[in-house]
């Protein structure tokens, strides 16, 4: 590979986020290393069609960022690393802690250490969640137009933005948010150039949702396989969602502003043009597809949140970001997409 090209790492390279993201960067002419030890559904799958699209600038490292040597290794020639490798939902946390603390914690920490241990500063950019938020039960909420909604006007028409406190729910969330801080700490205890970004609702192209994660895709793979929906909860709770490609502008936009933004944490997320419901997206699916939906409803989980909105005017203004897509526009890219990729929906819903 040249030495004049940027050398990106893309740690959970293969995943739905990581694979759009490595796209993206060797479109724009960088080599790019995709980590990822491939035990995603769908993971192999966006290996392979990375390495299609892009057999000069894509190479794989199949490996866990659990092996201290491996990430040692894949980060030694990188210019810029992106750690997306994660344990990602809660229900899994919940019956595995142990195994979610390494995966996020330990490997979030070896690759840091990794850096650390280079001569030159090689910028980082981590995967956080809103979910550093906690369950935000302290927000007084009421039902409005079949939403929950803050009370407060300004929060309602603002969201939440960077100076809420942290407030760690689930071993999920205790897992992603130590690791978030740790990121953070690396640049002003070693000169480690970072930045977080705390994502709230990610959807879009190649992704493979399910109940524990990726509701967006979810409902909509299980609409097209024609199976029933399950809710957790009474399904007016409110995400801001935001479209994978305006996800993937706002990683490279935060290595391009290295190093004036490091050390920062942004919330990212579609802002409040974006929030909608879990009904509202399923009424919008059954309207783009003429059908009705099997819908049913469960209890609440551990550390849900009724309300989400980001502000993500702070991540807008300091990494120059486009308004990002508005959620219909995404979801008709989204259900138009499983069409010309020939996902097999089927079994992407079971």
């Known amino acids: 590979?040249?030495?004049?090209?940027?050398?990106?790492?893309?740690?959970?390279?293969?995943?739905?986020?990581?694979?759009?993201?490595?796209?993206?960067?060797?479109?724009?002419?960088?080599d790019v290393v995709v980590f990822d030890n491939l035990s995603r559904d769908g993971a192999a799958a966006n290996a392979a069609w990375l390495q299609r699209r892009h057999p000069r600038r894509i190479s794989m490292v199949t490996?866990?960022?659990?092996?201290?040597?491996?990430?040692?290794?894949?980060?030694?020639?990188?210019?810029?690393?992106?750690?997306?490798?994660?344990?990602?939902?809660?229900?899994?946390?919940?019956?595995?802690?142990l195994a979610d603390f390494e995966v996020n914690v330990r490997g979030t920490l070896l690759l840091?250490?990794?850096?650390?241990?280079?001569a030159e500063r090689v910028p980082l950019v981590f995967?956080?969640?809103?979910?550093?938020?906690?369950?935000?039960?302290?927000?007084?909420?009421?039902?409005?137009?079949?939403?929950?909604?803050?009370?407060?006007?300004?929060?309602?028409?603002?969201?939440?933005?960077?100076?809420?406190?942290?407030?760690?729910?689930?071993?999920?969330?205790?897992?992603?948010?130590?690791a978030d801080q740790y990121v953070l700490d690396w640049s002003r205890s070693f000169g480690v150039p970072t930045v977080v970004l705390r994502m709230s609702c990610i959807y879009g192209t190649r992704q493979r949702g399910t109940e524990d994660q990726g509701w967006v895709a979810h409902f909509l793979l299980r609409a097209i396989a024609g199976q029933p929906i399950?809710?957790?909860?009474?399904?007016?709770?409110?995400?801001?969602?935001l479209?994978?490609?305006?996800?993937?502008?706002?990683?490279?936009?935060?290595?391009?502003?290295?190093?004036?933004?490091?050390?920062?944490?942004f919330n990212l997320g579609g802002g409040a043009e974006n929030a909608v419901?879990?009904?509202?997206?399923?009424?919008?699916?059954?309207?783009?597809?003429?059908?009705?939906?099997d819908v049913s409803y469960a209890d609440w989980r551990p550390g849900d949140q009724k309300w989400f909105v980001a502000d993500a005017s702070a991540v807008r203004r300091d990494l120059r970001l486009a308004a990002p897509i508005r959620w219909r526009d995404g979801l008709a890219r989204l259900a138009a997409s499983y069409a010309t990729d020939r996902v097999d929906v089927v079994e992407a819903a079971r």
């Open 1 to 30: 590979m040249s030495v004049s090209r940027p050398r990106a790492l893309v740690t959970g390279g293969a995943g739905f986020i990581g694979s759009n993201l490595a796209d993206r960067l060797a479109r724009e002419d960088a």
């Open 63 to 97: 490996a866990d960022i659990r092996d201290a040597d491996g990430v040692a290794a894949a980060s030694r020639d990188a210019s810029v690393v992106f750690h997306l490798a994660a344990q990602v939902a809660v229900t899994t946390s919940l019956t595995a802690p």
């Open 112 to 118: 840091l250490e990794a850096l650390r241990a280079r």
């Open 127 to 178: 995967a956080s969640t809103n979910k550093v938020y906690g369950s935000l039960a302290d927000i007084p909420l009421a039902l409005q137009d079949e939403r929950w909604q803050p009370r407060d006007e300004l929060l309602r028409r603002r969201g939440i933005d960077e100076r809420r406190s942290i407030s760690f729910h689930t071993p999920y969330g205790c897992s992603k948010g130590a």
């Open 230 to 241: 399950t809710i957790y909860g009474d399904g007016r709770q409110v995400r801001d969602v």
């Open 243 to 265: 479209f994978v490609d305006d996800a993937a502008d706002a990683y490279v936009g935060a290595w391009r502003a290295m190093p004036s933004v490091a050390g920062r944490a």
């Open 277 to 293: 419901s879990l009904r509202e997206v399923i009424g919008r699916i059954e309207a783009m597809r003429g059908r009705g939906i």
